[in-house]
């Protein structure tokens, strides 16, 4: 056993319409799509390998990124290739496939202990699973050409209606050793696995050989990766770790043991205006339109594929992010409140019905309450003020607002001097949920990023 880890600063967002350990197994979406947007730094007109019409089967490649055309992003289920849909100056915002009602696969060599680590790196990258490989520092698919310190594991998410990775991971205990095995090739350090209390018992994570496995338990975002690695390991300047999804490790497992690119998981759907919040079996990228059809209560709502913090807005046709195992579905908050300024004032005689880090609401006496919540953002966007809030939701020894002010004026030297490298987006989300300012703090975090990436 590594390291056991309490973390006090953080904040659990409860919203009512958690998923319940309920799964639909015979769930078939009719189209998949590979959203090349959701991979940052990607060129925004990949190097195309299919054209509309042809047909494919799981495994085979869509396209690559002409500045690194050795990683293949392929196709996660069988079927044709029904259209190539484009957004603004022609790039290509989502390949979508027709499944078939069957899905084949192409095979693939299997990875046996005897593979060398050359052999297992152009297997990953030629299946497609190299793509779910993500490096630290930028949050981007990692370089075939690096070989990182660590690779990390977080086993339990913490994030508002979150999977519960007791339940997802059930059952999986030799796809996920597999993919550990895997893992371990291709790193000079460790592969470190971080569960909490509610996960450390999970079959899949219990039994694994070969990782370090780390106990860390507290609000969120105990549950993100960036936060585990900040105490289990901080990054310094030139270090390079990687992370990945416990149900990614298992497509790594699975192309380890039977060949294939099985992209197969569970997906949750929850929210308040879900009727059956639940999980569903499907592929990676599946159309969301039969998960919802029927299961609203109503139906001004908004779509997203991942958390309220940190997912992206689709439509009720869209398909599932690469990276998102969970669908969130929320009323928008498109009404005006009554007296909605003064809240606040009359929250101890009506209280809003609406989480909140303040104790000016009455909501941090009953800290366990899920509540009815809606898109609404209480407020518009106001000057950026100094409030201390922001370090009171990060269980990390960084500054946030001070980090977040030398990107908007770009001051390179302070942005790595107050932690750029150890933050991606979802670490500081939390901060944009409390911010009285209403800033948009991922999308700065983001623009420092990626300063910091082409800037070498």
Not at 15 to 27: L, R
Not at 144 to 149: F, G, I, L, V
Not at 261 to 279: A, H, M
């Amino acid at each position: 056993m590594g390291k056991t880890i309490k973390l006090k600063r953080g904040y659990d967002i409860k919203i009512v319409g958690e998923p319940k350990q309920d799964t639909v197994n015979n769930f078939q979406a009719r189209t998949f799509a590979i959203k090349p947007p959701n991979f940052e730094g990607m060129y925004p007109i990949p190097k195309l390998l299919v054209q509309v019409g042809d047909e494919v089967k799981a495994g085979d490649g869509l396209f690559f990124d002409k500045s690194n055309p050795d990683i293949i992003y392929a196709s996660p289920v069988s079927g044709e290739v029904v259209e190539v849909k484009r957004g603004l100056k022609r790039a290509i915002v989502e390949v979508i496939i027709l499944a078939d009602n069957n899905i084949t696969f192409k095979q693939f060599d299997k990875i046996s202990s005897s593979t060398s680590k050359d052999e297992i790196v152009k297997s990953l990258l030629q299946s497609g699973c190299w793509a779910f490989l993500r490096q630290r520092p930028y949050n981007v698919v990692a370089s075939p050409s690096e070989t990182p310190k660590n690779i990390f594991i977080s086993g339990f998410d913490t994030a508002p209606l979150a999977p519960d990775y007791s339940y997802v991971m059930q059952g999986q205990g030799k796809y996920f050793q597999a993919g550990v095995d895997v893992l371990k090739h291709l790193t000079s350090g460790k592969v470190h696995l971080s569960v909490n209390d509610k996960t450390s018992s999970t079959d899949a994570y219990k039994n694994v050989k070969g990782a370090e496995i780390h106990k860390v338990n507290g609000p969120h975002p105990s549950g993100t990766v960036g936060t585990q690695i900040h105490h289990l390991t901080p990054l310094a300047k030139g270090d390079v770790v990687w992370t990945i999804n416990p149900q990614d490790v298992l497509v790594i497992g699975r192309l380890a043991l039977d060949g294939v690119f099985n992209t197969e998981r569970l997906i949750s759907i929850g929210g308040p205006v879900i009727k059956n919040p639940r999980y569903y079996k499907t592929y990676l990228g599946a159309n969301i339109e039969n998960m919802i059809k029927g299961n609203l209560s109503n139906d001004h709502v908004r779509y997203i594929s991942g958390n309220p913090l940190t997912g992206s807005i689709i439509e009720a046709n869209g398909h599932m992010g690469f990276w998102d195992h969970q669908l969130t579905v929320l009323e928008e908050g498109d009404a005006y409140e009554m007296f909605g300024w003064i809240l606040p004032g009359l929250g101890w005689i009506l209280p809003a019905n609406r989480p909140s880090a303040s104790k000016t609401f009455p909501a941090f006496l009953k800290p366990n309450k899920a509540y009815n919540v809606t898109t609404n953002t209480h407020g518009e966007h106001r000057a950026f003020v100094v409030t201390g809030l922001y370090e009171k939701v990060t269980p990390m020894d960084i500054y946030p607002m001070q980090l977040l002010k030398s990107i908007m004026y770009g001051d390179f030297d302070q942005m790595e001097g107050l932690g750029i490298y150890e933050v991606v987006e979802e670490d500081l989300a939390l901060c944009g949920f409390v911010c009285p300012s209403k800033t948009e703090v991922q999308a700065i975090l983001r623009q420092g990023l990626d300063m910091m990436r082409e800037q070498g």
